[in-house]
């Protein structure tokens, strides 16, 4: 691994290359470095289950392996369909990646970060200057504070698992509310060839195993490698000193479903248009601030919404559960529904990034 050249300075200092750092550096055409401790491509931590327009938005359209119009509601005596109004898909991560990353004219350095230390950026191989720094670090939130600081409320914070399995199974995005997952939920979603298979608790537990494997046997599968992490919700502070946080760093992970992809890259693109406009001259730090902190805050209503379906689901009986999922999918509610729901971060510019590199 090169070691960070400590006086090269950039325009702006990514730290993250998953869904935020990729979007936010296509939306750059300054001098721009993208730091990951990972190769590019390499920590899939999602089911990758997002729609389509996010996807084609990144450049990244021929990373998809189904497209799906329906949302699939189980719970233990009942089953209801969500007619989509848009269509969403399910798309290989390290693929995706890629070819968002080509659209980027930004340059990728593996390097763990550690923190920041005014304008610059340590990392485990050496500190690295840039006039910008964007936190897209995921649930850690590296920049912005680490993950022992109170930035990171670790109560807003669900914990997923899932495992990736060769099997034929019906289309749609599948959601099961069943004993196995009591405070949470398991998925199937199918992707061409195979299907991720998850389990989800709100509230963070880490031991979710036992409750992987019961939720197979439903299938007769076993387990095999499994990957996941945590997933944060609650809008965390999109600004902390010098440093623009966006996606699971900025707390934009959206409570109950756990959809984070739509919302880390939307967020990306705003915090990517409003930092080269600073690099551009047409507006001062404090500006374009203020305009991605508007941003976030005008999404806070509809967090909250969903922050409450989710104590309720929480609290409810499964029965009352695959109740509420019926008296949804009638096309009135449902409508309604899904407009609040998808018309989070609806404002940020979803047009296609152009090609910089
Ligand atoms: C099991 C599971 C399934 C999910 N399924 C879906 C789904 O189907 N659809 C959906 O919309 N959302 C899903 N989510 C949520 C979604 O994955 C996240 O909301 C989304 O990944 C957030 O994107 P991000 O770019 O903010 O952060 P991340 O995707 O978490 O990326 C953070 C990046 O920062 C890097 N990084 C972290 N620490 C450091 C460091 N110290 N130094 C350098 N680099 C660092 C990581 O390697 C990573 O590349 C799922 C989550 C889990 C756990």
Request: proline content about 5%.
């Amino acid at each position: 691994m090169t070691a960070i050249v400590s006086d090269a300075t950039y325009d702006v200092v990514i730290a993250g290359a998953s869904f935020a750092g990729l979007a936010a550096a296509q939306r750059l055409h300054g001098r721009t470095l993208l730091l990951d401790k990972a190769p590019l491509g390499d920590n899939q931590t999602s089911a990758c289950g997002a729609p389509r327009s996010t996807v084609r938005a990144m450049g990244a359209e021929a990373s998809i392996q189904q497209v799906h119009d329906a949302l699939v509601l189980h719970t233990p005596r009942r089953e209801a369909l969500w007619p989509l109004p848009e269509p969403f898909c399910t798309f290989d991560y390290r693929r995706f990646c890629e070819l968002a990353f080509a659209r980027t004219a930004a340059e990728f350095r593996q390097a763990t970060v550690v923190r920041r230390n005014g304008h610059s950026v340590l990392t485990g191989d050496g500190e690295v200057a840039g006039r910008l720094l964007v936190d897209a670090t995921g649930w850690r939130a590296v920049l912005a504070g680490g993950p022992a600081s109170g930035y990171v409320n670790r109560r807003m914070m669900a914990f997923g698992i899932e495992t990736e399995i060769a099997v034929d199974f019906p289309p749609g995005l599948h959601f099961y509310f069943l004993p196995e997952v009591r405070d949470g939920y398991a998925w199937a979603f199918p992707c061409g060839e195979t299907v991720r298979f998850g389990v989800l608790s709100y509230l963070g537990r880490t031991k979710l195993g036992d409750g992987l494997s019961r939720f197979l046997a439903r299938f007769n599968l076993q387990m095999r490698e499994i990957h996941g992490g945590y997933l944060a919700s609650g809008l965390r502070a999109p600004v902390v000193d010098n440093v623009f946080v966006a996606g699971d760093a900025s707390g934009q992970c959206l409570p109950l479903t756990g959809e984070g992809i739509r919302t880390a890259v939307l967020a990306g693109f705003r915090v990517g248009e409003l930092l080269q406009r600073v690099l551009d001259g047409e507006a001062t730090f404090a500006q374009a601030a203020a305009d991605y902190t508007a941003f976030t805050a005008d999404a806070r209503r509809r967090f909250r919404a969903l922050t409450w379906g989710n104590i309720a689901l929480l609290l409810m009986p499964l029965r009352l559960t695959g109740a509420a999922a019926a008296y949804l999918s009638r096309p009135g509610p449902l409508s309604g529904f899904m407009r609040h729901y998808l018309g989070i971060f609806a404002d940020a510019s979803p047009a296609p990034s152009p090609v910089l590199r």
